[in-house]
């Protein structure tokens, strides 16, 4: 049986490549997404992700918006990485569709428990929804089959030197979240940088056809190539030159074929209140108290074998 995974998303480039991924996997069966503001605002998340479920052909798919503010502090952005509209320079027809009448707080506490055990939550951008979701049906935590984050770090951030952005957009959900009553599932940094569209990975996809130089392409290359300048005068934290990472691929992946990971267990605490360090994962691996799974390596030519696979089976549907 294909394995129900409902997206909490801010797209975004990468979550954009992780939404392909999920559509087009036959292994996986997409139940729901729901957005937040994160790399851009809300009302662009939900646009791209209601236009992404146009283009794409996954209509049926419910798409709720969440919540547009952190639970505290100020509301950020990485607009700058994935430009004004969150989708770089890719540009979707405007979509027919609307959104679900249901805030997506709601729509994951009804998902999840319509089917106890059964679905497999995966949060891709700031963790203000699932906090919030805790917060009113705390629940959820033991009837999630599982709950994948791409977030947090154990040597890096990116949003400042010590915190990833999705962290650092809602540093207290993201404690809410860890604190919580089941065991995250953090694609960090360290495991995403590791899957980095080098040039040979970026030739094959160009085979693809229409969905590559219409979509894959333009999303998987826009923050190496149009903000390399960029990146070199602001001293940018991530990794770009090699190619850039598809970090939120990575957590659907996870889902899909935990094979490609290594993992090992932790326990993670979010900062909240440091001068420097908010936003911070700090990541104990020798705790006899985990809370989390991390993976710390990929299977690098597996992992982009298996999504290679799956973006061609959609290609060949949009020739």
């Known amino acids: 049986m294909p394995k129900k995974i409902l997206l909490d998303c801010d797209p975004g480039l990468d979550d954009a490549l992780a939404l392909l991924l999920a559509h087009g996997d036959p292994n996986i069966e997409l139940v729901g997404v729901t957005t937040v503001g994160g790399n851009v605002g809300l009302p662009l998340t939900t646009r791209n992700a209601l236009a992404l479920r146009e283009y794409l052909?996954?209509?049926?798919?419910?798409?709720?918006?969440?919540?547009?503010?952190?639970?505290?502090?100020?509301?950020?952005?990485?607009?700058?990485?994935?430009?004004?509209?969150?989708?770089?320079?890719?540009v979707l027809p405007e979509p027919i569709l609307g959104v679900d009448d249901r805030h997506a707080v709601d729509f994951i506490i009804e998902t999840v428990r319509a089917t106890p055990g059964a679905v497999h939550l995966v949060a891709t951008g700031p963790l203000t929804n699932i906090a919030l979701a805790l917060q009113k049906e705390p629940a959820?935590?033991?009837?999630?089959?599982?709950?994948?984050?791409?977030?947090?770090?154990?040597?890096?951030?990116?949003?400042?030197?010590?915190?990833?952005?999705?962290?650092?957009?809602?540093?207290?959900?993201?404690?809410?979240?860890?604190?919580?009553?089941?065991?995250?599932?953090?694609?960090?940094?360290?495991?995403?940088?590791?899957?980095?569209?080098?040039?040979?990975?970026?030739?094959?996809?160009?085979?693809?056809?229409?969905?590559?130089?219409?979509?894959?392409?333009?999303?998987?290359?826009?923050?190496?190539g149009a903000n390399q300048a960029w990146a070199n005068q602001a001293g940018a934290n991530d990794s770009i030159g090699d190619g850039q990472a598809v970090h939120d691929v990575c957590a659907v992946a996870h889902v899909a074929r935990p094979d490609l990971f290594a993992s090992r267990p932790a326990r993670v605490q979010v900062e909240t209140t440091g001068e420097f360090t908010s936003g911070m994962t700090v990541v104990d691996f020798n705790s006899p108290f985990p809370n989390a799974i991390v993976p710390v390596t990929l299977d690098v030519p597996g992992f982009w074998a298996y999504v290679e696979h799956i973006y061609s089976m959609v290609a060949e549907q949009h020739a």
Not at 60 to 86: I, Y
Not at 153 to 179: C, H, K, L, Q
Request: charged share 15%.
């Open 140 to 224: 959820i935590a033991r009837l999630v089959a599982s709950f994948t984050i791409m977030g947090g770090s154990f040597t890096r951030g990116n949003a400042t030197p010590a915190a990833e952005f999705n962290i650092y957009a809602d540093p207290a959900a993201a404690r809410m979240v860890f604190d919580a009553d089941w065991q995250v599932v953090m694609v960090g940094l360290d495991l995403t940088l590791q899957a980095t569209a080098t040039g040979p990975v970026v030739e094959r996809l160009g085979r693809l056809g229409v969905l590559a130089h219409e979509l894959i392409l333009p999303l998987a290359t826009f923050w190496a």
């Open 57 to 90: 052909h996954f209509e049926k798919v419910p798409v709720a918006a969440g919540s547009s503010q952190p639970l505290g502090g100020e509301t950020r952005s990485a607009s700058h990485v994935h430009g004004e509209s969150g989708l770089g320079r890719t």
